[in-house]
């Protein structure tokens, strides 16, 4: 049951995105086309899980032993770095038409906050491996949720007849902080 309240707190109740206001970036870039927003998604969500749970190995088993936590920021882009290269080059190869579609933001995973944040989180409160990779699932797939869900509403909003004063990136600001209320319900589930 813990667990699974973990994976949807990370998830819901603790976005990233609407509650910890982390990789609003990629939220904002990418989030015009439904396809482009879920490939970010997916593409954030694999970096975003398997760099926590490398930056969670890192640190139990060789910074903390050597003493050098004060390497932990710099060892953890290290290890972003690698996984969005990796993951970059996977996207190419398989699926060009994706790579075409994300563009610049691909590489910009690098540079996501939400991606450095869910791992610094995940060895300052020094969960175990288990609640790292339920945390780290859930927070990603939340990012994943909530950009897939804006693409959305913004393909709506460019149909609409919104005022001209509020076109573009102010109404989705408005959309977004209006998303994020929708979301807060979710901090009342016990």
């Known amino acids: 049951m813990d667990s699974w309240l973990v994976f949807l707190g990370a998830a819901f ?14 939220f904002m870039g990418v989030s015009k086309n439904i396809a482009s927003a879920l ?27 050597l003493g050098i936590e004060v ?14 290269q990796f993951t970059e080059l ?3 190869k398989n699926s060009p038409s994706m790579y075409q579609a994300l563009g610049v933001f691909l ?3 690098t540079t996501n906050c939400a991606v450095l944040g869910v791992s610094l989180l995940v060895v300052q409160q020094k969960m175990s491996l288990l609640t790292s990779i339920l945390f780290s699932l859930g927070s990603s797939l939340g990012f994943t949720l909530v950009i897939v869900l804006f693409a959305g509403i913004r393909s709506q909003l460019s149909l609409s007849k919104v005022p001209e004063s509020i076109q573009g ?7 977004a902080g209006v998303l994020s209320m929708a979301f807060m319900g979710f901090s009342g589930m016990a």
């Open 13 to 26: 109740v603790n976005n990233v995105v609407l509650a910890k206001f982390l990789g609003l970036c990629p």
């Open 71 to 84: 390497l932990r920021t710099i060892a953890f882009i290290v290890v972003i770095a690698s996984v969005v």
């Open 90 to 92: 996977y996207v190419q």
């Open 169 to 175: 990136n102010p109404i989705a600001f408005i959309t």
């Open 107 to 109: 590489p910009l995973i």
């Open 39 to 65: 490939g970010m998604g997916l593409a954030t969500t694999f970096v975003i899980t398997v760099a926590a749970i490398a930056s969670w190995v890192i640190e139990r088993y060789v910074l903390v032993p």
